[in-house]
């Protein structure tokens, strides 16, 4: 854990789950799920994961997630459709700022599986979930403007369109202007 960084709070004791998904900790067996997520260049512009990565790359990422709360930069969830089991995705709560009381969230659905809502309940159930972390009252999230699909999932979770921040970084070294959208904590004071 970096010297500045707060613990985190410790992990859910029941995991997070909404409609058909259950976020559950990443574990080896993501190792194919990272790999379809691979495939799709813009997920890779977001995060550490390689473009097509193979099954040591995959693997590489999936360690990487594992040690996310650990090093105190957040919660890093496999999404996993509760009926089947199947690992359909991946999502984060990130808290680079938690004496502030904001987080920011993410999430990708491999491409086999995207247009059937997993991305929605998936983001539904991590806010939900950060509405139980204390001192934390607003989430992000940073969406490119052509982006349609997941400005329609940030709504569809309750997130609101708050501003653009230009110049964002990605993962990748870009900056790009983003369009944040935010949900703050059910009574939270304005």
């Known amino acids: 854990m970096p010297k500045d960084a707060v613990p985190l709070p410790p992990w859910p004791a029941r995991l997070p789950r909404f409609g ?3 976020l559950r900790p990443v574990n080896s067996s993501d190792a194919g799920m990272a790999m379809a997520l691979a495939t799709d260049p813009y997920v890779c512009t977001t995060g550490t994961l390689p473009l097509n990565a ?19 930069r957040g919660f ?36 086999e599986f995207r247009g059937r809502g997993f991305a929605a309940d998936a983001l539904a159930a991590l806010t939900s979930f950060g509405w ?14 052509w982006n ?22 990605l993962a990748a070294g870009e900056r790009r202007d983003v369009q944040v959208y935010a949900a703050r904590r059910p009574n939270a004071a304005d």
């Open 20 to 22: 058909r998904v259950l």
């Open 148 to 169: 349609a699909a997941s400005i329609r999932t940030a709504g569809r979770a309750g997130y609101a369109a708050a501003g653009i921040r230009r110049a964002y970084p």
């Open 132 to 145: 139980t972390l204390p001192g934390l009252d607003r989430i992000e999230l940073f969406i490119e403007p």
């Open 76 to 111: 890093s969830f496999t999404i996993e459709e509760q009926l089947s089991g199947l690992a359909v995705g991946h999502c984060g709560l990130w808290l680079q700022h938690p004496a502030e009381g904001h987080a920011s969230a993410g999430y990708a659905v491999v491409p």
């Open 54 to 72: 193979g099954e040591q790359e995959a693997l590489a990422w999936v360690e990487r997630q594992q040690g996310r709360h650990s090093e105190g």
